[in-house]
């Protein structure tokens, strides 16, 4: 994988300069993308004119290539959110987010593959990792372009599973900040109380590093872990819905964490997070039968089935059960932040095992809904394996945000599981 | 002007049909329309059409038709939010909440100038009331063609003050529901935690009626009013920069709702509110700049002068900052949350006087922008007059999430300013 940060000091030092490292991109992409099909849209002679623009070295991304989600606008390449509804189309103007990292002075190379609109419908992009698995979804294309080397960092989005999960199934880093920090602004809507962007990482200081460099916010750990912090194992009401891959990573993460100085505590979630976990399809449901409204009434039979049938039922659910949800998310917020003045973090499952062989499905969010809902910053920590040789990765959850804690917290553990 | 509830009870009791509607607003058009400048694109014939389309009557809003500011998206009609950089703009879809109203059964008959952006350099739409004045902003064109009869209901948007301040000016009832109850998806961003769809119509029970058919949501409350209710009105620290006529209309207010039976007493803001109201501005400098990045970074001068050097000023705002004023937001909603453990409904000023003369200034949000942040259902209740015979609202500031009780109080408050 390319190593973002590492990459930057070496841009910064004269060692390489941005175009050196389109090339690199240039070069794994040559190789992996024909398997992989993590891209869909590349325009690397526009990536090799932007790298070589004077001055790109200096900047917070140091010319740092990267690329985004086919879920989020730009101009300059097509925006389909792999739909047939919006083929070709482009919009006016690129999402903030996208402006930001150009603002930093990052290079976007092209637009990785989603699933259709974000949603379950499996995408044609492979496991790199294993290529006849799937890589998770919804964001397949950026998990996958990082984990195949093919790019240092992209960006993806999440509204139940769709970062954490791909980073889990991919190994690669995948970092989900508190709710917001990354503006949503110009990403197809499915569920606005959920939908968040996130980042793809070779390591922890990897996305750290790119979302500083997007934000300017003081999010650049470096090679700073935390001082071994407080750390609750949580498995949930849904513990026999993982694997015994996933007992096993969450295990092997909190011995590893205790060997090397943590405090770590078994506990129970508490009552009303589960409660909260229990509707967070609700607040889905009823915000994504209004932000398809249009799409569905005009055009329902060009949605996949199986997000045409989950719309037919969507529309079922009730403001008042909605509003219900609404009032037990914010319940669960407030005992989440209580729930923190004990604990530095959460460390729970990334997903409910390594990724599923064949490409019928990409996987469940079982283990990461709750979190989006929280708002919580969450990581997806590398390093550990399933019985059959795939990653596994585990969740650390962090305080709302506290971004940069709950990743010195995931950068310690990390290391931990180095050693 | 138009009575929204009314026409339905017409139409469906066979009295009128809707297409006797559109007609009733093509008249209105036709007389008016030369002066006020309150469309920014109208489609009378396609109104016509779909106002004939079978069944819509039966529907929850009876065929009603509506316009919508040019702030949000449509397909058929140009989306250009009064900037040059958007001249014939065609988004791919219609904005979510334009959708409800068709599957409500409204009918659209054309797009109400907004300023640019929804920011404050003026329009050229005219006062119905007084055409040598401002009609407000930012939803001008939405409050104007209500004003002047030229559409039953209207939608609009409200960051600061761009809802309840037309309405007061325009003698119009303005209601800005609970934050997110309308879907701002489609919306051109301004401030995500900021931006609010809202409604305008003659009376309250019209917007209420509006409300009730583009949501679904029990808020159709016709001619009900609250029980006498526990008001607390409220002048806030900024009480010397209402003018005597805001202040009168207070007064006058206060004493009408008290005749008829309402606890009435005047009190401070709490200290937490006068803090939050203050860092309103540092929530929408920050997320204007990020939301406005790529046209400000490639076509800044083609923004007015005045909304290029706001948004000069507004990327200074530091994520600190930013972030302090989201906690500060955030401990006043909890203080508003028990301030209404009292009282039924705030009353306070909707403008700081009648609309000001000329066209150089929409006037001023002062009163708005702490509802807005709030996220609370607010509504603009006509039925005072300034000095010069202008329209003075007020305003009732309800509890987050309880629209239907805010309403039915501005009910119990409108009828009281009749006796």
Chains 1, 2 share one sequence.
């Not at 940060?5 to 060692?15: I, K, N």
């Not at 739909?83 to 930001?100: K, L």
């Amino acid at each position: 994988m390319l190593l973002a940060r590492d990459l930057a000091d070496d841009v910064r030092s004269g060692r390489l300069t941005p175009l050196d490292l389109v090339n690199l991109c240039a070069q794994a992409i040559e190789e992996h993308e024909q398997d992989v099909h993590a891209f869909a849209a590349l325009d690397l002679d526009a990536a090799r004119a932007t790298a070589q623009a004077p001055g790109r070295a200096e900047t917070p991304l140091a010319g740092m290539p990267f690329a985004v989600k086919d879920i989020l606008d730009t101009r300059e390449l097509p925006t389909e959110y792999n739909s047939p509804i919006y083929a070709g189309h482009r919009p006016a103007a690129d999402a903030p987010v996208v402006s930001q990292g150009r603002r930093g002075g990052g290079v976007l190379i092209g637009k990785t593959v989603t699933t259709e609109f974000a949603f379950l419908e499996p995408s044609i992009t492979r496991n790199p990792r294993r290529l006849s698995h799937t890589p998770g979804g919804s964001s397949a294309g950026s998990a996958a372009a990082v984990a195949a080397g093919m790019v240092p960092f992209s960006i993806g989005t999440q509204t139940g599973g769709s970062v954490i999960r791909p980073a889990s199934y991919c190994g690669v880093t995948g970092y989900k900040p508190t709710f917001r920090i990354l503006p949503t602004v110009g990403m197809k809507t499915f569920s606005w109380h959920l939908d968040t962007i996130g980042l793809f990482g070779a390591r922890v200081q990897d996305v750290a590093f790119a979302a500083a460099g997007l934000t300017g916010r003081d999010l650049d750990i470096g090679t700073e872990v935390a001082a071994p912090p407080r750390i609750a194992v949580i498995r949930t009401v849904r513990a026999d819905q993982a694997s015994a891959d996933a007992h096993a990573a969450l295990d092997e993460a909190a011995r590893a964490a205790a060997a090397a100085g943590a405090s770590v505590s078994e506990i129970e979630l508490p009552a009303e997070l589960e409660a909260a976990d229990a509707i967070h399809s609700t607040i889905q449901d009823f915000e994504g039968a209004i932000a398809f409204a249009d799409e569905y009434d005009r055009l329902r039979h060009q949605f996949s089935p199986l997000l045409a049938r989950y719309l037919d039922q969507a529309a079922k659910v009730q403001p008042d059960d909605y509003d219900s949800a609404r009032r037990t998310a914010k319940r669960a917020r407030q005992r989440l932040g209580d729930f923190f003045a004990d604990y530095d973090a959460i460390l729970t499952f990334s997903a409910p095992g390594t990724a599923p062989e064949g490409y019928g499905t990409t996987g469940s969010a079982i283990f990461n809904r709750l979190w989006t809902l929280m708002g919580t910053p969450t990581v997806n920590v590398t390093g550990l394996s399933g019985a059959n040789g795939l990653p596994m990765g585990v969740q650390i959850v962090g305080r709302f945000g506290r971004d940069r804690t709950a990743l010195t917290v995931a950068a310690f553990l990390e290391r931990a599981l180095q050693s």
